[in-house]
């Protein structure tokens, strides 16, 4: 099977029009499954390889032909004449967007559990996304690719993380998450962000600029220097979208500023961010400049308020009870012995002077073993000092840390039993009831 046009010649003969199309059109030779089907008379295929009995071909195929209508109805059009989706099960996740086409790399288990077959959905809407933002809507800066060196640009917020917005919003759309299952994955987006120390060092459009050198380079200081335009960008997505579907009072929202640029800009020259930027001020008939400069070019904390006060939001309380002591280190499991793996950024292991890759073989003398540690720290309080028995490169050393209170805020957005009827309005124009 080829994703390539076949432009005559010999049967399995396929002629590419130019390098960029040749390079954008994967190709698999061997016995894959396929379900076909068609949107508005356009033919799609569903391409399983691997599929082995485990994998529900029919359900992925049939939902992934209610994603396509949800984009088309979204868009009002399909820009390809034809679409193949390639789903290899290799047991990894990731996906790549093409044209006319996409990649997805998933578990052959993933049709068989609920949260992994949305995460794939969710995947798969993602990519198909992509097919117009980006692949024909896309930053200025990606086209023509020049193949010999980086390509940067700062509006991967636009590219990836409106991408990313819209894939769970049109899983939901599609019929395939309920309301709560897609609050469930935009809390999930703003608990990463606000959890991750690099939002507070690395403005949004700088860390798109470094993609090449860091994003898809990172270590186990990542968290704590950079921030991910994928996700920081979906929460800024859902901003954006409440304070445009507020100020036109539900009557326009980011869904139009989408359709505007796609119309305007979705051509050969590509957008910069301050032509993006102006038309969702015009979609939104106010002024969005302040929003923009400090959700994208500075380390401010973002707003919530604008989102929860649309849709007659709230955060879910935080538990009750005494909190937890906390050292605020991530480890792994090293054949039974405890490694450090990570150390946020303002925790009590920052700056105590243990490292990443340590072994913590004691605390306070007394033994602990991989998967030993929380155990441990539940006989401890916040502010106890402990002291720790490391071993670093084979050398022991000792180090002393004074425990914090584990993080209480939740991030769980929920329904607000007090939302007035406009807030419980605009809440179902945006993700239905
Ligand atoms: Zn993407």
């Not at 193949?147 to 940067?152: A, G, S, T, W």
């Not at 979705?266 to 015009?282: K, L, P, Q």
């Not at 303002?346 to 004691?362: C, H, K, N, Q, R």
């Amino acid at each position: 099977v080829s994703a390539l046009d076949e432009m005559g010649g010999e049967r399995d003969a396929f002629i590419a029009p130019d390098f960029d199309t040749l390079v954008d059109s994967p190709t698999v030779v061997g016995d894959p499954a396929i379900h076909d089907f068609s949107v508005v008379a356009v033919p799609h295929q569903h391409v399983i390889i691997g599929e082995a009995g485990v994998w529900d071909g029919a359900r992925s195929a049939r939902d992934m032909e209610r994603i396509v209508r949800a984009a088309r109805d979204f868009w009002g059009v399909l820009p390809y004449d034809r679409y193949t989706v390639f789903n290899l099960l290799t047991e990894a996740r990731g996906g790549l967007e093409h044209a006319t086409s996409t990649v997805l790399m998933t578990s052959r288990w993933s049709t068989r559990t609920d949260t992994a077959y949305r995460d794939w959905l969710g995947l798969l809407a993602h990519e198909l996304f992509h097919a117009w933002n980006v692949k024909r809507l896309r930053p200025l800066e990606l086209g023509p690719f020049d193949y010999e060196r980086e390509n940067h640009t700062r509006t991967l917020w636009i590219a990836e993380g409106l991408t990313e917005y819209y894939g769970d919003l049109l899983v939901r759309r599609a019929g395939l998450a309920t309301p709560d299952e897609y609050l469930t994955a935009l809390s999930t987006h703003i608990r990463e962000l606000q959890s991750r120390p690099g939002r507070l060092v690395v403005p949004l459009e700088s860390a798109a600029f470094d993609a090449w050198i860091k994003q898809y380079r990172p270590d186990e200081n990542s968290r704590n220097v950079s921030v991910d335009y994928y996700g920081k960008g979906a929460v800024i997505g859902a901003l954006l979208d409440a304070r445009i579907r507020l100020a036109t009072r539900g009557a326009r929202s980011l869904d139009d500023v989408m359709r505007v640029a796609y119309a305007r800009h979705g051509g050969d020259r590509g957008y910069t961010s301050a032509e993006f930027r102006t038309i969702a001020g015009t979609v939104a008939g106010i002024e969005l400049g302040a929003f923009f400069h400090h959700a994208l070019e500075t380390t401010g904390e973002l707003d919530y308020e604008p989102l929860l006060a649309c849709y007659g939001l709230r955060f879910r309380a935080e538990p009750d009870g005494a909190p937890a002591a906390w050292l605020g280190v991530t480890t792994r499991d090293d054949g039974g012995r405890l490694i450090i793996a990570g150390i946020a950024r303002d925790t009590p292991a920052y700056g105590s002077g243990l490292s990443v890759e340590d072994e913590i073989i004691a605390i306070d003398d007394f033994r602990v073993r991989a998967g030993g540690l929380g155990p441990r720290l539940e006989q401890y309080r916040p502010g106890d000092r402990i002291e720790l028995l490391i071993a670093r490169r084979d050398a022991l050393r000792r180090y002393a840390a004074t425990l914090g209170a584990v993080p209480r805020a939740t991030w769980t957005l929920e329904p607000d039993p007090g939302a007035t009827a406009e807030q419980i309005a605009r809440r179902r124009e945006w993700i239905g009831e």
